[in-house]
């Protein structure tokens, strides 16, 4: 069973940045798929960002892309979320997840991934 820890949201202004990290319990962490989702209050869960298990393929949203940005440092066993340019629409709470399923395809859909973070508030105030 693989543990998922967000942490790194807050209360941030209009045009700041904001680094979320996800930390992941398991030793076999190279061979996950992660990716980040947000939920807006009221809203389903949508996709943001996600990256392979090699660590080059990636994927971003186009509402953030080149605004954020997703890596992961397998020897920590950690994923991070760049936040920059922040804007009131990104208020959200911002979740991590990890599959090891092979469902790259899919990857915008929040049942293609197995395991899931607790959450963690990201707030842009204007």
């Known amino acids: 069973q693989l543990r998922l820890v967000e942490s790194g949201g807050g209360l941030v202004q209009v045009g700041d940045s904001l680094r979320l990290s996800c930390a992941a319990s398991?030793?076999?962490?190279?061979?996950?798929?992660f990716a980040w989702f947000r939920q807006r209050l009221g809203e389903e869960r949508e996709f943001v960002a996600a990256i392979r298990w090699e660590g080059t393929t990636r994927d971003v949203a186009d509402p953030v892309k080149g605004r954020f940005t997703i890596s992961r440092d397998d020897r920590r066993h950690s994923v991070a979320l760049q936040m920059n340019s922040l804007k009131p629409e990104d208020t959200a709470v911002y979740y991590c997840?990890?599959?090891?399923?092979?469902?790259?395809?899919?990857?915008?859909?929040?049942?293609?991934?197995?395991?899931w973070g607790q959450g963690t508030q990201v707030t842009v105030s204007s």
């Open positions: 398991t030793h076999t962490f190279s061979s996950y798929d």
């Open positions: 997840a990890a599959s090891t399923s092979g469902s790259w395809s899919a990857r915008a859909r929040a049942r293609s991934w197995e395991y």
